[in-house]
């Protein structure tokens, strides 16, 4: 398949997490939109490390993709962490009454 | 070792994040220790040093060079050197440091905030003195500002926040004249290619380059630069019109960093003079030169004037080194051999001596918690070491001869002798007048009837022992045998005041 | 010579180490093996340089008078550029008089302090400080160089210092050793300049400038011919040098230090204000004979300083009721002599005044030391009296000290004086002969005076204390007798020629110190002539008859005043009381008794300016020069102060007036405010695709 | 129509559809799961691209951890069956707008962009040449996400414990 296919999966992919992103109201839901976002951008990057001219360069988007990974492993886990410390005090963890920071 | 310059000026620096990891107590042994070392570092240097070679201007002169692009798009480089003029420097530095270190063994607050900044202190004093760009020096010079401002505002006396902001907002105004100046000298630098290297700048100035460049407020350029440099060195030194902040720093300071203040960082100032102010601008120092020598009797006599009514112990003896420091302006001013080798010689005995003094005020200071003169009384029969001690520090002060004050202010005495007759006899007023207030201040602590409060003081114990007593046997040696330290520097004193 | 050579250096540096030694562990030594042990240590060190000192002397004597030279270089001190000074011993017979009266006197009144320090509990100290100054006494004598001698100078104004304000717990003590010291610390500026004046100058002609005292002698004739601000460049230093000299051997206008260092421990009266650092001043102008001979007019200023000295403290010591204080205005009148001596020309006449001074000065102190020992440290005359019994050996040797410093033919006194008296005579001007004469009747009038209050007549001091006063013991009487005799018969080394002696004491100095047989101006004319090829004729009279009349004039002048003395205070102390009461006499022996209030004039005229002057500074630095960087501060916080308010209430105003309707309008956007993360991602990403679209769709 | 376009578009159906479970579920649980499947598509897919050990990686780590541990998270917090309609009608409007501008200025562009790429070589193991690849040019990232994912674990630790005792 020609690469254009790949990206638009991804871009619809990354479309559907942002819509969920914004309209949810449940803190773990909203991770899980982050999640569906880090996985489009992750596509992209093999997408492309695949059809990339230079030899070379052939895996460095692999490579990426894995840090990506990581990095989104590492996010998680500091994130639910922060919302399940969040629940404990508060009880609930709906987002839009989580405005501590309210100016 | 071919970085030895680079290893002697950081090493300081490298024990900071060890001292976190120390107790707290222990701080000020680290900070011993690596003073230590750092002496031994430094040690090939001075056996190294070539005595022959004349390093004033010339590039090879220099010994121990070390030179790294460091900002190559404006020409800075990291360059390190050092000649005749600052060889002894480096040593006073780090004899005071040593002895600075042994002066704050009794700290107890914040012990490890303290040798942190002590030992950038330290660091900063010893780049101040090796380096040979204008933006080196300049950097060092600043970075010097910093620590002290806190050892001075922490550590400090009761009026200690007036004293550290005044000292610093005094020297920083000098400062940033000097860094307007040290960038007219790098953009108008003669011979067209532009440089911050000193040496290379002296060099051309001595190859009939001149300094043009646009009037300033009326004034031609080289005069406004050369005044601009002059302000920024004369407040460190310091020199009439600025050296109040002088009295408040040192009443303030903790004992250890009146030492430090009054052994090294006065010295940048008449360094600054000799290494950078007078040789850029020849022809400017000549027409500037009676207006110095007016300067410099006026701090001598109003020092030792000014010192002669202090009540404060610790505000005279800074007094008295602002007309000492007159001294060394008077031995640069007349600008002949005797007069320049006896300025960087008085400079290095200024250091060990006012630094012995600092220290003896510490050690009572420490007992009796006041330094008003007329408090004490007659302790020479409760405390008979302390009082020998002392009456030998204060007979170098007066510059009795055998000790190496003598030396230095015989020689500045001379050189300018020469050139201003008048001038050099109302100086030597100054030394009665210090013979004045040392033995009157003397005599009103150890001698006549003891002050009741006082039958239980304690005598000077070692480590304060131990800080004064090397600093004694350097005044009796250099006194005897002053030539072991002339030779260091004599060749390229010579050259310089050829130049001058 | 090597064996000169080897010993000689060791001279200065013996009494060096002692002081050392007793400095750093004279406590130990004191506490541990008592005060007898540390007493013998002090007395070793100055007891082995004497001996030294002797042999090298005597050694001396055999070397023809040709090279008795004698320099010994050590190491190189001070080099900078044209400037080398050494440190170098010169040996020769002037430094070896010099050297024996320092070591032999100082080691007699060392032994005299063992006694007269018994029991004091710094016993350790007073020896350390005493080698101190011998050590610097030394230096100063066998220096080669001036700067040398400069740090012998300074060194015994310290010891001086430290000796006098020795019993420190009393606070006039102290300022007494201050004001000692200060008033030296004058004379040495003097001395430096001069010394600045000779370096300048000589490094300009010669290159190259050692201050040595053979070097200089060589180039004096260059250096007479250069002037220094229109005066002759060797009448300015000559000026500054004796300014120096005054300060050290206290003569009139500095003087006034020598009475009030009495304060200080009788050893120490006796050994450095009478016999040696009072005398630098003497030794240095001997030393320096050739600059002055070429300085007429200096020389005549110095006559008249010497004069004055003379005769006025002679007539304040009359007034005095303290023995020290009697004895020190002697001292100060007798260094007036040696300074007439040398005004004149007479250098070497000056240099064995001196020596004799010394001896007796010297006895005569010690015995009013142990007299006042024995009255349990009670100084004054009035409550003295009859102790001739009581202390025979003080007593007689007392009084052979004073037939000495009286002039009593064939003591000591006699030949020294008298040869001063004549020469002042013929080489002077006969009014300086004149003044000195009554001087020296003066002299004897009140050295009887002090000798009758104290040893003859009945006692008036108190039961107790006479009960107590009995003769001191071995320790401190024996060196008074040794002196007293030395006293008496050291006279016979300068007899001069009109009594059938060859005046060998001229003879032995004459390679290093020349003197003048005319006036110094004569002189000074032939040295002129001479340069100008004119021939000069030396004129040689014979003045036997005039030299005997003047000596028959002066014995009898003094037996007259000693007569007075005797009349006044042992014939009948009635007629004392008679003319006393006079009104004339009450005025005038109270203006003596307060020593011409010199001392409260000086308070006026230089002290309390002085004090005015440095409380002014202060004030000014205070209040002006840290004003000003206050004011600066004062003036940064009141702007910054200002400003604050200017932007309060006007900036802010209209600052807070735009915010006002911004306020209102943005109700609208508030929920642009709120912090939901999620509405501000997705209005941020519509604003973006906005952005996007508009943008290609324009642009693209 | 090879079976490798076959397998993209299985895919691709798999990773849209679940998708939009995970979006537009009611259920938080059945959103969590829709997501471990949706990973397992996002693997396929990196098969397809020749990224073998990606596609390990990606259900080793990411389905079977960190989906995992999402689970976990919705099972905690216990209100799952609450109706998770947005409460502000404004809120999806907004949402809608920007995920539709975004699909269509991306596709928009995919579209005439004119892609310099090459016709993708043999796919070849790429295992241990991501390895070597990992372990020189690219050490410095690799030593800084081990240090990342430590403090993260740290934190998350500390996060947890200090909720706990106070």
């Given at each position: 398949m020609s690469l254009e296919s790949y990206l638009s999966i991804s871009a619809l992919l990354f479309a559907m997490g942002l819509i969920m992103f914004i309209s949810r109201r449940n803190s773990v839901a909203i991770l899980m939109a982050v999640e569906l976002i880090i996985n489009a951008a992750a596509i992209n990057f093999v997408a492309f490390s695949r059809f990339v001219p230079s030899a070379e360069a052939r895996l460095d988007g692999q490579v990426f993709a894995i840090f990506i990974i990581l990095l989104a492993a590492a996010e998680a886990v500091v994130a639910l962490a922060i919302v399940l410390a969040l629940y404990k005090e508060?009880?609930?963890?709906?987002a839009d009454q989580l405005v501590g920071l309210h100016g | 070792m071919d970085h030895i310059l680079s290893w002697v000026v950081f090493l300081p620096i490298t024990v900071i994040p060890i001292l976190w990891l120390l107790p707290a107590n222990k701080a000020k042994w680290a900070a011993l220790f690596i003073t230590i070392v750092d002496f031994i570092v430094a040690i090939p240097l001075f056996t190294g040093?070539?005595?022959?070679?004349?390093?004033v201007d010339d590039?090879?002169?220099?010994?121990f060079k070390e030179t790294l692009e460091w900002i190559p798009s404006l020409g800075i480089q990291y360059s390190l050197g050092v000649d005749g003029i600052s060889i002894t420097m480096i040593l006073l530095t780090l004899i005071i440091g040593l002895v600075a270190v042994l002066a704050s063994?009794?700290?107890?607050?914040?012990q490890r905030g303290y040798f942190a900044m002590f030992l950038l202190l330290q660091t900063a004093m010893l780049g101040v003195f090796v380096a040979l760009d204008l933006i080196l020096f300049y950097l060092f010079w600043e970075v010097m500002l910093f620590p002290m401002y806190f050892l001075i505002g922490v550590w400090?006396?009761?009026?200690r926040i007036y004293a550290a902001i005044k000292f610093f907002l005094y020297t920083l105004m000098g400062s940033v004249g000097m860094l307007l100046a040290i960038i007219a000298v790098w953009y108008y630098a003669p011979g067209g290619e532009r440089t911050f290297n000193i040496i290379e700048l002296l060099h051309r100035v001595q190859e009939g380059g001149t300094f043009v460049g646009p009037e300033i407020f009326g004034m031609p350029f080289a005069k406004v630069v050369f005044v601009a440099f002059f302000i920024g060195f004369a407040i460190k030194v310091p020199i009439f019109p600025f050296h109040t902040w002088l009295p408040d720093a040192h009443v303030e300071a903790p004992t250890a960093i009146s030492v430090i203040l009054a052994g090294v960082l006065l010295k940048m100032g008449t360094y600054g003079f000799l290494r950078i102010n007078f040789p850029l601008f020849p022809e400017v120092f000549v027409w500037f030169q009676d207006f110095l020598v007016a300067l410099a009797v006026i701090n001598i006599v109003y020092g030792a004037l000014c010192a002669l009514a202090q009540s404060d112990l610790k505000k005279m003896i800074a007094y008295s080194s602002v007309s000492h420091m007159g001294f060394v302006i008077l031995g640069i001013a007349a600008a002949t051999t005797q007069g320049i080798n006896g300025a960087v010689l008085q400079m290095f005995n200024h250091g060990t001596i006012t630094a012995m003094l600092f220290l003896l005020v510490g050690v009572v200071y420490d007992r009796a918690?006041?330094?008003?003169?007329?408090?004490?009384?007659?302790?020479a029969s409760v405390t008979p070491v302390y009082a020998a001690v002392t009456s030998i520090a204060y007979m170098a002060a007066i510059g009795l001869?055998?000790?190496s004050g003598f030396i230095s202010e015989l020689l500045i005495l001379t050189g300018s002798f020469k050139v201003y007759q008048l001038p050099t006899i109302i100086s030597g007023l100054g030394i009665i007048f210090g013979a004045g207030y040392m033995l009157w201040a003397y005599q009103r602590i150890?001698?006549?009837?003891?002050?009741?409060?006082?039958?239980d003081l304690k005598e000077i114990n070692f480590v304060e022992l131990c800080s004064v007593v090397p600093l004694i046997i350097i005044t009796v040696y250099l006194g005897l045998l002053p030539n072991r330290i002339i030779v260091f520097f004599e060749t390229s004193l010579n050259y310089l005041s050829e130049i001058l | 010579m090597t064996y000169i050579q080897s010993v000689i250096p060791w001279v200065p540096i013996l009494p060096l180490f002692g002081a050392i030694i007793l400095g750093l562990f004279g406590k130990k030594i004191y506490d541990t093996l008592g005060e007898n042990v540390t007493g013998i240590l002090g007395c070793l060190t100055p007891m082995i340089s004497a001996i030294l000192a002797f042999s090298a002397f005597f050694k001396m004597l055999s070397?023809?008078?040709?090279?008795?030279i004698i320099q010994i270089p050590l190491t190189e001190w001070i080099t900078v550029a044209d400037f080398q000074i050494e440190w170098t011993f010169r040996y020769d017979p002037l430094s070896s008089v010099m050297i024996m009266i320092v070591t032999g006197i100082g080691t007699l009144i060392h032994i005299y302090g063992m006694g007269y320090m018994?029991?004091?509990?710094?016993f350790w100290r007073f020896f350390s400080y005493m080698n101190l100054f011998l050590a610097s006494m030394l230096m100063l004598v066998l220096g080669d160089n001036l700067i040398m001698m400069f740090l012998g100078w300074e060194g015994v104004g310290l010891c001086s210092y430290l000796l006098i304000g020795f019993?420190?717990?009393?606070e006039a003590n102290a300022v007494a050793g201050k004001k000692a010291f200060i008033v030296n610390r004058i004379g040495d500026l003097g001395f430096l300049a001069g010394m600045f004046l000779m370096i300048m100058y000589s490094s300009q002609l010669?290159?190259?400038?050692?201050?040595?005292f053979g070097e200089m002698q060589s180039r004096i004739g260059d250096l007479s011919q250069v002037t220094f601000w229109g005066f002759p460049l060797l009448e300015v230093i000559g000026l500054c040098f004796f300014i120096g000299a005054m300060g050290k051997s206290a003569q009139?206008?500095?003087?006034?230090w020598l009475p009030d260092?009495?304060?200080?421990?009788t050893p120490v009266s006796a050994l450095i204000?009478?016999?040696t650092m009072v005398t630098a001043g003497v030794y240095m102008m001997g030393r320096m004979y050739f600059l002055y001979s070429l300085a007429p007019h200096v020389l005549g200023f110095v006559s008249l300083i010497a004069a004055l000295t003379c005769f006025i403290s002679a007539t304040i010591g009359m007034a005095q009721f303290d023995i020290k204080k009697v004895l020190a205005y002697s001292t100060v009148s007798q260094l007036g002599y040696m300074f007439l001596a040398m005004s004149v020309g007479a250098f070497s006449a000056g240099i064995f005044h001196l020596l004799t001074h010394a001896a007796f000065k010297a006895a005569l102190f010690m015995g009013s030391g142990s007299v006042i020992v024995a009255l349990h440290?009670?100084?004054?005359?009035?409550?003295?009296?009859?102790?001739l019994k009581k202390m025979p050996i003080t007593g007689w040797s007392f009084i052979a000290a004073t037939f000495a410093i009286m002039g009593f033919p064939l003591t000591s006194g006699f030949f020294s004086k008298d040869e001063i008296l004549w020469k002042a005579f013929i080489q002077g001007s006969p009014t300086l002969w004149l003044v000195g004469f009554i001087a020296a009747g003066i002299t004897s009038f009140y050295m009887w005076r002090l000798v009758f209050m104290t040893f003859?007549?009945?006692?008036?001091?108190?039961e107790h204390t006479w009960e107590h006063c009995k003769e001191q013991p071995k320790r401190t009487v024996i060196p008074i007798a040794i002196l007293a005799i030395a006293a008496i018969t050291i006279g016979f080394l300068n007899v001069p020629h009109f009594l059938g002696g060859h005046s060998n004491f001229t003879e032995y100095l004459s390679p290093v110190v020349k003197d003048l047989s005319i006036t110094p101006a004569e002189h000074y004319q032939n040295v002129l002539d001479t340069a100008q090829g004119k021939v000069v004729h030396e004129s040689h009279v014979d003045h036997t008859a005039l030299e005997w009349t003047l000596m028959v004039a002066s014995v009898a002048w003094t037996f007259f005043t000693a007569f007075l003395a005797w009349f006044f205070?042992?014939?009948?102390p009635k007629a004392r009381e008679y003319i006393m009461s006079g009104v004339w006499a009450q005025k005038i022996f109270i203006i003596l008794y307060n020593k011409y209030y010199v001392d409260e004039f000086y308070e006026m005229v230089v002290l309390t300016p002085i004090r005015k002057l440095f409380l002014f500074l202060a004030a000014f630095d205070q209040m002006v020069v840290d004003g000003l960087v206050n004011f600066a501060g004062f003036l940064g916080r009141h702007l910054s102060a200002f400003i604050g308010l200017f932007d309060q209430n006007i900036v802010d105003g209209a600052v807070n007036g735009t915010a006002w309707s911004f306020q209102t309008g943005g109700k609208g956007f508030s929920f642009l405010q709120s912090s939901k993360i999620q509405t501000v991602i997705g209005t941020s990403i519509v604003i973006f695709i906005i952005v996007i679209v508009s943008f290609i769709l324009y642009i693209g | 129509m090879e079976i490798a376009d076959l397998f993209f578009y299985l895919f691709s159906v798999m990773i849209i559809g679940l998708g939009g479970v995970v979006a537009f579920s009611r259920n938080l649980l059945h959103s969590a799961f829709a997501l471990f499947f949706v990973l397992f598509g996002v693997a396929g897919f990196y098969v397809l691209l020749g990224a073998d050990f990606l596609a390990m990686v990606q259900i080793m780590v990411?389905?079977?951890?960190v989906c995992v541990l999402l689970i976990f998270a919705t099972m905690l917090?216990?209100?799952?069956?609450?109706?998770?309609?947005?409460?502000?009608?404004f809120q999806t409007v907004l949402s809608t707008v920007a995920g539709g501008g975004i699909a269509l200025l991306l596709l928009s562009a995919f579209e005439n962009t004119t892609w310099n790429v090459v016709a993708p070589g043999a796919m070849e193991p790429t295992t241990n040449s991501i390895g070597k690849l990992l372990l020189n040019e690219y050490i410095l990232p690799f030593e800084v996400i081990s240090f990342l994912l430590l403090a993260a674990m740290v934190s998350a630790i500390m996060l947890v414990k200090k909720g706990e005792n106070s």
């Open positions: 508060k009880k609930h963890i709906q | 040093f070539d005595r022959l070679k004349v390093g590039l090879a002169g220099m010994q063994w009794n700290i107890d607050k914040l400090g006396g009761p009026r918690h006041h330094r008003r003169i007329a408090g004490f009384g007659g302790l001869p055998g000790m150890f001698f006549g009837k003891l002050n009741p409060d006082y039958q | 070397v023809e008078t040709g090279n008795r018994h029991k004091d509990q710094s019993w420190f717990s009393e010669f290159g190259n400038v050692s201050l040595s009139i206008p500095l003087y006034v260092a009495m304060a200080g421990p204000h009478a016999a440290h009670k100084q004054d005359m009035r409550n003295m009296g009859g102790l003859f007549g009945e006692n008036r001091s108190d205070y042992m014939k009948n | 990411y389905a079977g951890g917090s216990d209100n799952i069956s609450q109706p998770g309609k947005s409460n502000l009608s």
